[in-house]
């Protein structure tokens, strides 16, 4: 979904038009007139055994803080299970609580990026299992 179109121009002046999709990852939110980018993003990989239990998994949070951060302990829980719903929200807030040292900034604070964090690790997990039933892996 196009949610907004503005305009801007190169260096010798020619006319850009750029649309701005709808953005269901949260790297940012519309509030009224104004896009607030919360500049977070999550990476995510899942590997699963042949029957489904997770036999390896990395999880690193981008830009919540000064360098990229991994969240080798959280991820641990998910070894030898089968990776549920429940436990990836359960590894997601872990990870958010205990792994990273949110910086706030001009976009957003450091409570919002932690918040954040949790919220875009628990997508970036279920969107990894689904990739790995579908044979992507480590």
Sequence with gaps: DVIAT??????DGDALTHTLQNDPNGYFEIDG???KLTQAGVAAIIDLDDGGLCRG????FLNVGEIPMAADR???ALIGHAPSAALIAEVAQEAARNEIEP?????????YKRHLAAVLAE???RQAVARAR?????
């Design 6 to 11: 503005f305009t801007s121009s190169d260096a």
């Design 123 to 125: 997508r970036a997990m």
């Design 134 to 138: 579908e044979g992507w892996g480590l």
């Design 74 to 76: 959280a991820v641990t």
């Design 103 to 111: 910086v706030g900034d001009i976009h957003a604070t450091a409570e």
């Design 33 to 35: 007139n104004e896009v």
């Design 57 to 60: 998994a990395r999880l690193v």
